[in-house]
C-alpha cells in the first residue's frame, strides 16, 4: 500500500494506494467512494478489506477521504453530491495517470452516499465496472415529507441534524438538479448492485429505479436480514468477496 494524495479546488485529498503484487505490466484499478460522514476505512473497515481482496486479484484499489472527511482537506458544512461526483472523476484520472495502473482499465465502487455519488461518476469517464453497496438515491429524492421535514430544520437552524453531522442548504439544492436514475442510466457498462433487505434506505421504488435505469446489466444481490452497514461477519465477507470478483471479471 501507497499513500496517494491530489490536489482538487485547492484541497488536497488523501487517500491509499493498494497495489497488485505484480504489476510488472500496468494493472486495473479501482476507485472506493466511501458513504456519508465515513472515512477511506469505511464500516469495520469493509474498504480496507475489499481492496486487499482487490489487490490479491490482480486490480489495485484506491481507497480516498472525500473533502471534509477523513484526513482530507475541506470542510463537511460544504458537502455537496456534485463536488463529491467531481473528486471520484479526480481520482479516477489521478489513480490512471499512476504509473503502475492501466488507465483504460478504470472501475467504481461506493457505499451509500458514495454508491450514488460513484453511480453520476460513471457516465463521465470510461469505466470497466460499477459496484454499489447500499446506494443513497433518497439522499437526491426524498419524498415529499421528507423534503418538507428538511428544509424546516433547515430554516429554524441553518441546517439539518442528520446522524450527528449537518445538511445545509447548499447540499439540498445542489440535490435539486439531479435525478439518481435518469443521471446514472448514461453508464452503459456492468453493474453490481448489493443491498440489505432491512436497509431504511431501500424505499419503495429504489430497486425498480435502478433495473429501469441498468437493465440486463444489472447484477442485483440481495443479503436477507441486514441494514445499511450489513451489519454481520458473514454478510460483509459475502460482499467484499463478491465485490472483488465482480471487479476482477470485469476488468
Known amino acids: 500500500m501507497e499513500l496517494l494524495d ?24 479501482v476507485v472506493l467512494c466511501h458513504g456519508f460522514g465515513g472515512n477511506r476505512a469505511e464500516f469495520g473497515y469493509t474498504f480496507v478489506r475489499a481492496a486487499e481482496a482487490m489487490a490479491a486479484s490482480g486490480v489495485a484499489a484506491y481507497r480516498f477521504d472525500f473533502a471534509g472527511c ?49 453511480s453520476l461518476a460513471a457516465p463521465l469517464r470510461p469505466v470497466r465496472s460499477l ?57 452503459t457498462g456492468p453493474v453490481l448492485l448489493a443491498v440489505g433487505t432491512e436497509d431504511f434506505v431501500l424505499a419503495p421504488g429504489v430497486l425498480e429505479g435502478y433495473r429501469d435505469a441498468y437493465g440486463d446489466r444489472l447484477d442485483l444481490q440481495l443479503f436477507d436480514g441486514v441494514g445499511h452497514g450489513f451489519e454481520t461477519v458473514p454478510a460483509r465477507g459475502r460482499l467484499v468477496g463478491l465485490s472483488a470478483a465482480f471487479t476482477s471479471r470485469h476488468a
Open 70 to 118: 477523513g484526513d482530507s482537506d475541506g470542510d463537511f458544512d460544504d458537502l455537496t453530491v456534485s463536488d463529491q461526483v467531481a473528486q471520484a472523476v479526480a481520482a479516477l484520472d489521478a489513480v490512471g495517470a499512476h504509473p503502475a495502473v492501466d488507465a483504460g482499465r478504470l472501475s467504481l465502487l461506493g457505499m451509500s452516499l458514495g454508491a450514488l455519488t460513484a
Open 131 to 187: 459496484v454499489l453497496w447500499a446506494p443513497a438515491a433518497l439522499a437526491v429524492a426524498m419524498d415529499g415529507e421528507g423534503a418538507r421535514r428538511r428544509a424546516a430544520a433547515i430554516a429554524e437552524s441553518g441546517y439539518d441534524d442528520f446522524g450527528g453531522l449537518p445538511i445545509h442548504r447548499a447540499f439540498v439544492d445542489d440535490a435539486a438538479g439531479i435525478d439518481p436514475f435518469a443521471d446514472a442510466a448514461a453508464y
Open 6 to 29: 491530489i490536489e482538487h479546488r485547492g484541497r488536497t485529498l488523501r487517500g491509499a494506494l493498494h497495489l497488485p503484487p505484480d504489476t510488472a505490466a500496468p494493472v486495473p484499478a
